[in-house]
């Protein structure tokens, strides 16, 4: 089955600061990768996502990249606020099944 | 707005119980799932269904199984919870064409 590794686990930056987070996927058929947002004691929220025929997607502060020679993706996170502290998820779609990433907590410094 | 909700927030069952836990959706989504979340492992598949009666194992199903009689309720089933089930367990919705998932608030389960 589909295996997606995420790191780092944890990051803390600045507020103004940006913030990266990066996943591998270990199956080509892969062809969809989102990213999940969760707020403490909250649901996962789609924040982004990218299909397999998109190198780059942008939505206001955050950027997706894919690379898929490399099945590799990440997240990019310009000015971050205090409000963008949270757990932040990766996945990867084959056919019904999403894939999740082990999770990054992010936490923004004042 | 898609709404996904799970009947129980908070669990406290005793090993060997049996256990339900209960996901209703209103937007008439095709595909519903469940998944296991604990710290530093992420979110994990357990079962999934595309269809009313059909499902499909996902990456940890042992110990598990589901049920899902109509379209809108699929519903997690431990047969005999073990500590080792000690959880939070999420809920999740999939039309099947758009991409995004979408979950419940999750239901939390202390098997002691």
């Known amino acids: 089955g589909e295996n997606v590794e995420q790191h780092p686990s944890t990051l803390s930056v600045q507020e103004g600061d940006s913030a990266v987070i990066k996943c591998t996927y270990s199956d080509s058929a892969s062809n969809y990768f989102p990213w999940y947002k969760q707020e403490l004691g909250k649901r996962p929220q789609l924040i982004i996502d990218?299909?397999?025929?998109?190198g780059e997607k942008k939505d206001q502060r955050i950027a997706v990249t894919l690379n898929k020679t490399a099945k590799h993706f990440s997240l990019h996170i310009t000015e971050t606020q205090p409000e963008d502290s949270a757990v932040y998820f990766c996945?990867?779609?084959?056919?019904?099944?999403?894939?999740f990433g082990a999770g990054t907590t992010v936490t923004v410094r004042a | 707005d898609v709404k996904v909700t799970q009947s129980s927030r908070y669990l406290v069952k005793r090993t060997g119980e049996k256990v339900f836990l209960e996901c209703v959706q209103d937007?008439?989504?095709?595909?519903m799932f469940w998944y296991r979340q604990d710290p530093g492992l992420g979110l994990r598949l357990i079962y999934f269904?595309?269809?009313?009666?059909?499902?499909e194992k996902g990456d940890i199903p042992e110990g598990y199984s589901v049920s899902r009689e109509k379209k809108e309720r699929f519903s997690l089933i431990l047969e005999s919870a073990s500590t080792n089930q000690t959880s939070m367990y999420l809920c999740a919705s999939w039309t099947g064409t758009t991409g995004e998932l979408f979950f419940g608030e999750g239901s939390r389960l202390t098997v002691l």
């Open positions: 996945a990867a779609r084959v056919d019904y099944k999403l894939s």
């Open positions: 937007m008439d989504h095709e595909n």
């Open positions: 269904s595309y269809d009313v009666k059909m499902k």
């Open positions: 990218i299909r397999s025929n998109v």
